[in-house]
Every structure is written in structure tokens, then in C-alpha cells.
């Protein structure tokens, strides 16, 4: 079964010899020229030295047999069905006759057909490995993947040193969301041949969905060194780079994959997804818009687009590619959740709640559609509902540091000072590095008169912004509140020089107000330069 197989698979010489009847005949010499033409590939060759041993004994089955087999390889299907229809009328029991024919169907897409004649050959040898084997890629092809893998278990029950046979049931357990089992499987097909590269291939592909990326990394570069113009081996790796917010990596993977197979949809998809985590949305709804040319029905490839359109903020583009996404794919949850992010920058909350309705309904464990309905709700002036939202969030994903960041938003805005400084506190702990978190908690220290901490958040906040004009503007409050004028002085100058000048008019009275008479003195010599700052 194994070479069988392995031809059915490269499409070189996917027919097998059919059984010889021995018999002696005048086309016998004809015939084993032809059978050796056959063998070494010369098919017009090996067609003409059957026709003719056919013509010497027009009861010569094998002669049929194997001219069927020719015709196959030449991709002249029709005819070889002819050829196997002769070869089974006149020897009704010979099961690879039925093999044959069922291959030739399968290449001209008559599955049901394929699937009948692999059935008949089992009926009249059911050890015929290779019938279960060809019908299993017949299923597989009709998406009938259990049944597919029930073949391939046959066909490893006779022999259980085909590599292909568990090769091609690895890729049904896939399909069926076993990834376990199809691991087994394809580890079992890598110790029986460790040079087949798309075996590696397919086992990143299962890595990658058990969130094993490095592992699935490897895979694909073993796949690569055995076969360096694999171009699916080189998508995998970039995927995976992706994944693990290795975006570089991924775009250089993707364009070589695109090198070597330039109608690859999938990598220019990712490609853009890549442009899109740099900030290169230019990039991005370059990729994406190939990925569409090549692929009109592509959903992800609106979705990635129209993030790219959302972030420039083109936030009307964006919509219409989320809504080309779900009219393609009307359960793509992220469709939703992305345009109902656009309707919220478009100030269409109510839109906005709609879309993270729908994506809850199709998917209530989506932490994310739950943390942007609160966002809305929240701008909505609907405090509590965007806490309930919040806490929804956070129960499904508790490391979800900007769940905790919005509900402390929520909860300072009810007044909830020091339940909003718990959130930013564990916001803070499960991500230190976005500076709103710690302008945030500095604002809530501030309400509660927690001047130290205050200055101190605000602080942090600046390092890890330092054009942050409204941490200086806050900053500079507080040192007031605790008299240290100058400076306070010197962050509104510096909230100025970055922007805040509608901050600064409050700020100068402020300043003016605490200061006393011989400190009044100190602001003469920043007039000028803050008069430079407001013509620019």
C-alpha cells in the first residue's frame, strides 16, 4: 500500500498493476513490452505496444490493465475508465481493477463515484490495503474526516509501517480538533521517514494549535532545510513568529513564502497582520487587499484590513470591511467586536453595544467583547452596567490587566477611589508598562488626598511617557496642593510646551492664587517663552 500510495499523493503514477491472468496469447510479447515501457515512464510508448497487444488478444486483461494505468498518468481519465470497465468485465473480482477506477473518478471529482469503486475492491478483498487507504483520501476530500480516519486505521492495520497512512490520518485528526492524537500520529510518520518535510509541516500546524509555537518554530525549520522551496513551511514559521509577537521574523517568513508561491492568500493575510502589530498600516492594507484579490471570500482578510483602516482612523472604511467580513462569515466574532470598536470611535455607542451583543451571543466566553461593551456602557454614563461587564471579563480572563484598568475607570468615576486603586494596583502588577495605569491610580491618590502617591504615579507615568502632557498637568496639581510651587510651575510649563495650553489658563490662576507676592516674580521670566509656546 505504502508506494501505491506515495504515487497517489505526488500525482506521478497513482495506478497499480492489475492482477495478471495467466493465460497464453499471441499479444504476450506486446504486452510485456508495453508493461516495460510502463515501468520506466514512457507512456505514449507503453500505450501503443498495449494497443497493440490488445489488438493481437482482445481478451488480454492485464494489456487493458495497464494501458488504463498509462492513460491515468497521462491524465486522460475517461479513457482509463474505459480501460478498467474492460479489465472488471471481464474479471469482476479483481479488487485493484476497482482501485484504479476509483482513482481515475476521484481525479475528475466524482467522489461518490471513487468511494463506490473502493467499496466494491474491499468487497472482493477486504485486506486490500490500499483501497482503504485511497478511500480514506476520498473522504477526506468530501470532509467526512471520522470516516477518513477509520480508513486510515484499516490501512494501518495491515501494514502498520506505512508512513503515509498515519501521515494522512494525522491530517483527519486535525481536522477533527484532536490535535493530540494527530501529534501521535504524525511523530509515528517522522520515525518511519524523517525526510518527508511536509510530515514537519503538519506537525507545526498542530503545535501551533496546542499554543506550543516554539516547538511548532522548529518543526517548520526542520521542513525547511529538508525542502529550502517549501513555501507552506515557511508561512507555518511565520505564523508562529506572529503569535509570539515576533513580527519582524513573521513578515521576512511571509515574504519568502510569497517568493516562492505568490498566490498564497493565507501569508499575505499574515503579512499584514504582522504590518498591523508595527504600526505599519500602510503596509497592512497593501497585504490585506492582495489577500482579497487573490481570495474575494477571504473574511480575516477584511477583518485585518479594517483594523488597519480603524487605526489610521478611517473609521468608515473600517465598517465596511467588517461588514463585507460578516456578510462572508456571519459567526466571525472578532467581525463584530472590531466594528462595534469602530461605531464607538464614530460616538455610535449604541451601534457599538449592538455588535458586542451579537459577538457575546455567538461566543459568551469572549472575554474581550464583555471588556469593550463595559468601555461603552462606561461612556454611556452607565457606570454599574460597565462594571458588570468588567467583572464578566475578568472572571474569564484574570490576567486581563486592562479589564482591571477600565473597571478601576468606572468605579473612580462612581466615586470609588479606593476600590478603583485595588483595579489599577492589579492592572499594574499583571502589565507595568502602560503609563495610563499609573495616571489613573495617581488620580485616584490625588481625590483621596494621597498627595506622595499621587506625585509618585505621575511620576512613573511621565518615565514611561515622557510627552504624557496631561501626567505633567496632573503632576504639577498636586505639587500645588502639597506647596511646591515651583514645581508645579515647571510641570505646567512643560504641559505646555507639549499641548496643553487649554490646561494652562486654570494652571496660571492656580499658580497666582498660592503664590505669594515675592514669588509672583518667578513667572516673569517664562512669559516669553510661554507666549512662543501658544504661536506655534
Avoid at 461518490?112 to 477486504?126: G, H, I, T, W
Wanted: aromatic share 10%.
Amino acid at each position: 500500500m505504502s508506494n501505491t500510495f506515495r504515487y497517489a499523493v505526488a500525482g506521478l503514477l497513482p495506478f497499480i498493476a492489475c492482477a495478471s491472468i495467466a493465460w497464453a496469447s499471441s499479444g504476450e510479447d506486446a504486452w510485456k513490452q508495453g508493461k516495460d515501457l510502463l515501468d520506466h515512464r514512457d507512456y505514449r510508448g507503453a500505450i501503443r505496444a498495449l494497443s497493440r497487444a490488445i489488438e493481437l488478444n482482445p481478451e488480454l486483461a492485464k494489456a487493458y490493465g495497464n494501458r488504463g494505468c498509462a492513460y491515468g498518468a497521462l491524465g486522460e481519465y475517461q479513457k482509463a475508465i474505459d480501460d478498467f470497465n474492460t479489465v472488471i468485465r471481464l474479471d469482476p473480482k479483481d479488487g485493484k481493477a476497482y482501485v484504479n477506477r476509483g482513482y481515475a473518478y476521484y481525479s475528475i471529482g466524482q467522489y461518490e463515484n471513487a468511494l463506490d469503486n473502493y467499496n466494491r475492491a474491499l468487497s472482493v478483498d477486504p485486506k486490500l490495503a490500499m483501497a482503504y487507504g485511497y478511500r480514506g483520501i476520498a473522504y477526506t476530500k468530501l470532509r467526512q474526516y471520522k470516516k477518513a480516519s477509520e480508513d486510515f486505521t484499516k490501512a494501518i492495520g495491515v501494514d502498520a509501517k506505512d508512513a503515509l497512512a498515519y501521515k494522512y490520518r494525522g491530517a483527519d485528526y486535525e481536522a477533527l480538533r484532536q490535535y493530540e492524537k494527530a501529534t501521535e500520529d504524525f511523530n509515528k510518520a517522522i520515525a518511519l521517514d524523517p525526510k518527508d518535510a511536509a510530515v514537519y509541516v503538519l506537525r507545526s500546524r498542530v503545535l501551533a494549535e496546542l499554543g506550543q509555537h516554539q516547538k511548532a518554530i522548529d518543526d517548520a525549520s526542520v521542513a525547511i532545510k529538508l525542502d529550502p522551496k517549501r513555501a507552506s513551511a515557511y508561512s507555518r514559521r511565520g505564523t508562529s513568529y506572529a503569535e509570539l509577537g515576533q513580527y519582524q521574523k513573521a513578515i521576512e517568513d511571509c515574504s519568502m513564502a510569497i517568493s516562492l508561491d505568490p498566490k498564497l492568500a493565507q501569508v499575505y493575510n499574515t503579512r499584514g497582520y504582522a504590518h498591523n502589530e508595527l504600526r505599519q498600516y500602510e503596509k497592512a492594507i497593501e497585504d490585506c487587499g492582495m489577500a482579497i484579490r487573490l481570495k474575494p471570500t477571504f473574511a480575516w482578510a477584511y477583518v485585518n484590513r479594517g483594523v488597519a483602516y480603524d487605526e489610521l482612523g478611517q473609521y468608515q472604511r473600517a465598517v465596511e470591511d467588517y461588514n463585507r467580513a460578516i456578510v462572508l462569515d456571519p459567526r466571525l466574532v472578532e467581525a463584530y467586536i472590531d466594528r462595534g470598536n469602530a461605531y464607538s470611535q464614530l460616538r455610535q455607542l449604541e451601534k457599538a453595544i449592538e455588535n458586542y451583543n451579537k459577538a457575546i451571543a455567538l461566543d459568551p466566553k469572549h472575554a474581550s467583547a464583555y471588556d469593550n461593551r463595559g468601555d461603552a456602557y462606561d461612556d454611556l454614563g452607565q457606570h454599574q452596567k460597565a462594571i458588570e461587564d468588567y467583572n464578566k471579563a475578568i472572571n474569564l480572563d484574570p490576567k486581563s490587566a486592562e479589564a482591571y484598568r477600565e473597571r478601576g475607570i468606572a468605579n473612580a468615576r462612581l466615586g470609588q477611589y479606593q476600590k478603583a486603586i485595588e483595579d489599577y494596583s492589579t492592572s499594574i502588577s499583571l502589565d507595568p508598562k502602560p503609563a495610563l495605569a499609573y495616571r489613573c491610580r495617581g488620580d485616584a491618590y490625588s481625590h483621596l488626598e494621597q498627595l506622595d502617591k499621587a506625585t509618585a504615579d505621575y511620576s512613573q507615568a511621565i518615565s514611561l511617557c515622557p510627552n504624557d502632557a496631561a501626567a505633567y498637568k496632573k503632576r504639577a496639581n498636586a505639587y500645588r496642593k502639597q506647596g511646591k510651587n515651583q514645581k508645579a510651575l515647571e510641570d505646567d510649563i512643560r504641559a505646555q510646551s507639549l499641548g496643553a495650553r487649554d490646561a494652562w489658563a486654570s494652571s496660571e490662576r492656580n499658580v497666582y492664587r498660592h503664590l505669594g507676592q515675592a514669588e509672583r516674580a518667578l513667572l516673569d521670566p517664562v512669559q516669553g517663552l510661554l507666549e512662543q509656546i501658544w504661536r506655534k
